[in-house]
């Protein structure tokens, strides 16, 4: 058909296991995280507080999931608009950007489907649980 593109986007279903994955981490190393996964439009798929978790949080690992819908891990992706004047002028002026670290592309066959974000403990932390929450797509 034409004007009709095909794409593939993480199912609710994956999204929930990822997160899953993220809290199992967060509870092993003992710090309340906020856990989103979005699709590849930056829509969220799912979510989970932990007990504890800031507030401010919520919000934050959303915003680092869309950031990274970029095809960057957040903790890369100030590196890369640094050099660039207009970049850095321009893209912290976005709603939803966020450019500290925890926040990973879900990619699968080359195509970014989504993306995970975490916040509520160090940058260290956010990245950890964030990475635990993408291992579930290499099992």
């Given at each position: ?9 993480i ?17 092993a ?8 996964v979005?699709d ?20 934050i690992?959303?915003h680092?999931?869309y950031?990274?819908l970029?095809g960057?891990?957040t903790q890369?992706f ?10 850095l002028a ?5 709603a939803?950007?966020?450019?500290y ?9 080359g195509?970014?489907?989504g ?6 403990g ?10 635990a ?7």
């Open positions: 058909m034409p004007n009709v593109i095909e794409k593939n986007s199912s609710s279903e994956l999204a929930q296991r990822m997160v899953d994955a993220a809290l199992v981490k967060a509870k190393i003992g710090v309340p995280e906020n856990v989103a979005v590849d439009g930056g829509n969220l798929k799912a979510f989970a507080r932990m007990d504890g978790a800031p507030i401010l949080s919520i919000e690992s959303q680092k999931a950031t990274a970029f960057f891990a890369d100030f590196k890369f608009i640094q050099t660039d004047p207009s970049l321009g893209i912290p002026q976005l939803r950007v966020a450019a670290g925890g926040g990973l592309p879900i990619e699968i066959d195509a970014i489907v993306a995970i974000g975490v916040s509520g160090s940058v260290q932390n956010d990245i950890d649980c964030a990475e929450g993408l291992a579930v797509i290499k099992r």
